[in-house]
């Protein structure tokens, strides 16, 4: 029972560009989300967080929005760089975090 | 102030044998969580204690079980260990919801 799913494995994008990293849930209890980056061999960083009163969070190049309605949430990432070459978690805050699968994101030079 | 610190980083058991993996949390966080990746998965929730309770489960079998100590340290434990144990350990210490610091993590090989 996949709580919080990220369906696209993988993204790549150009430099400069923007990335778009989609998250999906089916439990409407969550109220607070949150993305993490992971690079190999290190733990999850968080890097950005909504909560469900909100519809839109900014930190910086990152911007999540959070759709309610539709049980869906984004992260933005303006502009790309190399350096976000990572993977990247969605996870929902329910006293634990449920995390999504995660996508890879490549961004190319 | 330190984060999250997990031992050992790698370690190889075989079938059947019993593991203990450590973690010391973040200076003042008094939560600590223990989740479980396998491979091209995202992390699994296995449990989480708060001033040294078990205080959430996820869906593993009683053969995981952990500790947390007066200074907010913790042990994971696994019994009988299987090939699909097989996974990244990762700790994750918090002292408010939404804060989780998470450590470098234990890759563990059962074969």
């Known amino acids: 029972d996949q709580q919080v799913k990220q369906n696209s494995p993988s993204l790549s994008v150009q430099e400069g560009r923007i990335s778009i990293l989609n998250c999906d849930y089916t439990n409407s209890m969550f109220d607070y989300f949150l993305w993490y980056k992971k690079y190999p061999a290190e733990g999850p960083t968080f890097l950005i967080s909504i909560s469900s009163i909100k519809d839109k969070n900014e930190d910086g190049r990152f911007t999540v929005f959070l759709n309610k309605s539709a049980k869906h949430l984004s992260l933005h990432i303006v502009p790309s760089q190399p350096g976000d070459s990572a993977v990247y978690f969605c996870?929902?805050?329910?006293?634990?975090?449920?995390f999504g699968a995660g996508t890879i994101l490549r961004v190319k030079s | 102030e330190t984060g999250v610190t997990q031992s050992p980083t790698h370690l190889i058991k075989t079938r059947g044998q019993q593991v203990t993996l450590r973690c010391s949390s973040q200076s003042g966080h008094n939560t600590v969580s223990w989740y479980q990746q396998a491979l091209g998965q995202g992390p699994q929730f296995i449990f989480q204690y708060y001033r040294e309770e078990e205080n959430g489960r996820g869906n593993f079998p009683p053969r995981f079980s952990g500790l947390q100590f007066p200074n907010y340290s913790s042990e994971l434990n696994v019994n009988a260990l299987e090939l699909d144990d097989s996974a990244l350990y990762l700790c994750a210490s918090s002292l408010y919801r939404g804060g989780y610091t998470f450590g470098s993590g234990t890759r563990l090989t059962v074969v």
């Open positions: 996870a929902a805050d329910g006293n634990k975090l449920v």
